[in-house]
């Protein structure tokens, strides 16, 4: 079992910046590692992932404003998020995928950003 434990989130001003972190407890160098988020009244969405080889896929609106990166050294995965809007507000999540079963993942308990206007 993977435990994942994010932290960084927080309430913030439009156009601020927060990044937010996502520790694994044990290596993730066979995970694939994702940021997920989840609005009141609306379904989870994927934010980005970023696999085994470091190549990042993000949400195609969120391109430009958002960068996940991995440090495998410190088994975290990372969410820079710039230019924040108030609909960016939600729980965020991290997810850890195994690279070749699929089927096998985790999730963290969750890191609420909070964007007022």
């Known amino acids: 079992q993977v435990q994942l434990v994010e932290s960084g989130g927080g309430l913030v001003q439009r156009g601020g910046s927060l990044r937010l972190s996502c520790k694994a407890a044990g290596s993730i160098n066979i995970w694939t590692m994702g940021w997920y988020r989840q609005a009141p009244g609306k379904e989870r969405e994927l934010v980005a992932e970023i696999d085994r080889s470091s190549t990042p896929t993000y949400e195609d609106s969120l391109k430009g404003r958002f960068t996940i990166s991995r440090d495998n050294a410190k088994d975290t995965v990372y969410l820079q998020m710039n230019s924040l809007q108030p609909e960016d507000t939600g729980t965020y999540y991290c997810?850890?995928?195994?690279?070749?079963?699929?089927?096998?993942?985790?999730w963290g308990q969750g890191t609420q950003v909070t964007v007022s206007s």
């Open positions: 997810k850890a995928t195994h690279s070749i079963v699929k089927s096998l993942a985790y």
